[in-house]
């Protein structure tokens, strides 16, 4: 960033035929004035409302939308944004002044922060409908997405720049989804803040309700993939408590057999971490490493070490863990990869190594992974390129004079195996 760039970047995107009222412009400055950071306005427009948002924002760069809909409005908006962070304000309220200092004064507290007008502490004066017509939208696409905020729908938010997609699709309402999901996939941390929320429009709120449900709509599909992806940074940790049954109970079987294997084995080096919550179960000076920045974001909640790293060529000295895991990984590399060799140098002599991947020798797993690469084309069933199996791996272990401690399997496909390294 420049060193003449603001701290702030204020990004007004107005829906066709909004114009603030004088009041709304002067609330801003007001709040900005007192926030002692460097700020810039950026207003965006419909080319028809561009002299009107220009008087009532002399001060501000105003910028005519590049095409219809409020998200491609507010996209416009951010790419303009020179701030370290983006502060974007619902054209809706009455007095943005009070939200504005809420947001800022909270801003440590994550990347992105959402001005929420259901998390506790708000207060909310609309109509008593509109306010249920709010809650039931936030409340279904909360559930249908898996996000963790109450005010999926707000548009006042705080969002540090350096988060924001290379690309968005959302042109109408559905960009206030996706800016989340994609901010949720990339592992930064999401926060509520509660402001105060009062309407400038109260009667306009019913036909931009309807917008923004058919919005979410047509978008919820592509969305819920998105949310859903075996990339997204906590993909992990929700399959924890998936509503579907078997993959809760293949991530807690997991959980269960890991866990026990590291247990009383000391400091754990994790190679290919995820965003399991096996991280959290491991001793506190354990080091969790994964090539996927956006992981190891989302893994800070853990309160674990974190490094960003490769298995083909650990960051750590030769033999310096007493405990090394590696679970679900090596099938995702060619089996001439150094990662097992990388394994075994980090390990130190008398060590444990706890290894997991799937059996290819066992028809269970082969037909779960036929089913369900049927059922999720494009996912774990076709980024398996090395297939072991359990003789194979026993073979290669005992071979160096290795001895295999315990076999564990899951549902009798994945299999998740100990061994402990000489200690001469």
């Given at each position: ?62 910028e ?35 939200a ?29 409908l ?19 905020v ?12 350096k ?32 402001i ?31 949310r859903?992806s ?8 929700r399959?924890h ?24 084995q ?33 893994d ?23 405990c ?6 090596i ?17 130190a ?16 797993w ?35 004079g ?22 001469q």
């Amino acid at each position: 960033m420049a060193a003449s760039s603001p701290e702030l970047s204020v990004v007004v995107a107005l829906p066709p035929g909004i114009v603030p009222e004088v009041g709304y412009a002067a609330s801003l400055r007001a709040a900005l004035a007192t926030l002692g950071a460097s700020a810039e306005i950026v207003v965006v427009a419909a080319p028809r409302d561009l002299a009107a948002a220009r008087q009532a924002w002399p001060e501000a760069t105003v910028e005519a939308a590049p095409g219809d809909g409020y998200g491609v409005a507010l996209v416009h908006g951010l790419r303009r944004a020179r701030g370290e962070w983006a502060l974007l304000v619902d054209a809706d309220l009455r007095e943005p002044g009070p939200a504005v200092v809420r947001l800022w004064s909270a801003r440590d507290q994550g990347e992105i922060l959402i001005g929420s007008r259901f998390a506790p502490g708000a207060a909310v004066r609309v109509p008593a409908l509109r306010r249920g017509l709010s809650r039931t939208l936030n409340r279904v696409f909360r559930r249908g997405l898996s996000l963790g905020v109450a005010d999926l729908s707000s548009a006042t938010r705080l969002i540090r720049r350096k988060t924001l997609a290379a690309s968005y699709d959302a042109t109408g309402y559905d960009i206030l989804q996706e800016l989340l999901v994609r901010a949720y996939a990339d592992g930064w941390k999401v926060v509520e803040v509660p402001i105060d929320y009062e309407s400038a429009r109260p009667g306009a709120a019913y036909p931009r309700a309807l917008g923004v449900g058919a919005d979410y709509l047509r978008r919820f599909w592509a969305l819920w993939k998105l949310r859903n992806s075996i990339l997204a940074a906590d993909y992990d940790d929700r399959a924890h408590d998936s509503a579907i049954w078997l993959q809760r109970y293949w991530q807690r079987q997991r959980f269960k057999h890991i866990t026990e294997l590291v247990e009383g084995q000391g400091r754990v080096l994790d190679v290919g971490c995820g965003s399991s919550r096996i991280i959290g179960a491991l001793v506190q000076n354990s080091v969790c490493i994964d090539i996927l920045r956006r992981k190891l974001r989302y893994d800070r909640k853990f309160g674990r070490p974190l490094v960003h790293g490769s298995g083909f060529t650990l960051p750590v000295p030769d033999a310096s863990f007493p405990c090394v895991l590696c679970s679900q990984v090596i099938e995702h590399v060619p089996k001439e990869s150094p990662i097992l060799k990388e394994l075994d140098r980090a390990l130190a002599p008398g060590g444990r190594l706890v290894l997991g991947t799937p059996d290819y020798s066992r028809w269970e797993w082969v037909v779960t992974e036929k089913l369900y690469g049927m059922a999720a084309p494009g996912a774990y069933a076709d980024e398996h390129i090395g297939h072991y199996t359990r003789e194979e791996l026993i073979a290669r272990y005992t071979g160096m004079g290795w001895a295999h401690e315990d076999t564990r399997y899951i549902l009798r496909g994945e299999l998740i195996l100990a061994f402990r390294k000489p200690a001469q």
